[in-house]
């Protein structure tokens, strides 16, 4: 079972980096700030990881959904 993508708001600084790489994973909400597109397909785990390692504030999070602990990917 792949990781389970979210962002974090509070965090998110609208670099808009996220959206341009997997615009059918994320979208902007109406403040522009990113969040996940309800129904999106779930990344590979690889690209899940490199896609929060991307994020310049460390707002994509992701979570095993097996075990429910958040991946560290620093
Ligand atoms: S890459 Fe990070 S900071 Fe940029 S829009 Fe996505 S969640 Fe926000």
Redesign the pocket.
Known sequence: MSYRVG?DAEL????????AERPDV?RFDDDE??EVVPGAPEPADDAAVALAR????G??SLVDPATGAEIDVD
């Open positions: 962002v998110c600084i609208s670099s808009g980096r996220c959206v994320f700030l990113a991307g994020c310049p504030s707002a994509i």
